[in-house]
């Protein structure tokens, strides 16, 4: 009897945690609003995230800042990513079938770009940020171990029985040292100031898999106004101990996860938190308050109803993100 295979990333971790139902509903059911606008704030990050990763990877073979600097801004974010999610480095030519095929998703046949939705003045803003933050940064700064230690994804066993195999993945940004000492870097674009919880469940799963002492969070905000908080680097550290009863903690998560998924696929509702109702995200806008996507479905008492809102309401996701 072969074992029973999860594989997830700490995105997912932390929707289940925040409700089951919901993890459900956009990992398993794959359930995306009709009306489903891509959020400017993620765009921007997206499109900050790629810079700093050319920039890093330049540096690190060997490029002087100025070179690196003007590499990074030849890039064209509008003929990168294909309309299956994937990059177009992972679009490579199968000679002896004659076809294009994407080696990552293994779906995707040919390279159909997908422009980033991020107008222009947002992409001004974010490549000035970027070059103050080159500056700042110029004479003391992370170096990369090597180009390969940029944009590490990763897929790492966390636990393994006779029965279960759980499977932890992500992408980490950059590993490398910071004044001699080893870590890894966590790139942060905001659009407002604030400062996130430090031992996230990213955090934590990043340091147990890079086996890293220490985790730089890398602030770049995209505020209007510059001052002392527009680039900030917080430092993270985590013992074995810490660690080792993250790992235990973490293996839980997994057997409950588990359980939500044999449920769905018996035909069977997830665990619902109503208290998520709300969103439970950050939002800066009240008149625009940031509800769950799928709360009338959870509300919706007659199940043939909810069918029906489903099928009104949502389309299904072709290609899910994955970290790697």
Known sequence: MPKFSLAVDSSQISCFLE????????????LEPLNFQ??????????????????????SQGL???????????YDPD??????????????????LGIEECRRCKKCMKF???????????????QKRIRDYTYKYQRDDIRPLSPEHVEIGFSENVYEDSENLFVLEGRIDLIGKLQGLDCFMDHKFQGKTHYLYLRSIQIKNYMLISKMPMAVLNYIRLTDKTSDETLVRDIVT?????????????????FRMKKVLQSFNSNREAERNWNACSGGRLTYDKEKPQYC???DLCEEIDPSMAERKEKALFKIKENMWRPW
């Open 112 to 126: 159909r770009p997908h422009p980033l939705v991020l107008d222009s003045k947002v992409r001004k803003k974010v």
């Open 238 to 254: 985590l013992n074995k101990v810490e660690l080792d009863s993250w790992h235990k903690r973490l293996i839980q998560i997994f």
């Open 293 to 295: 996507w799928y709360r």
């Open 79 to 96: 003929n990168d990513i294909c309309e299956c999610g994937c990059q177009k480095e992972y679009h490579c030519l199968v000679e002896a």
């Open 38 to 59: 891509e959020d400017e704030n993620m765009n921007a990050g997206t499109y900050g995230h790629r810079l700093l990763d050319i920039y890093y990877k330049s540096i």
């Open 64 to 74: 002087g800042q100025s070179d690196a600097i003007e590499k990074v801004f030849s």
């Open 19 to 30: 409700c089951p139902q919901k993890w459900a509903n956009i990992y398993l059911k794959r």
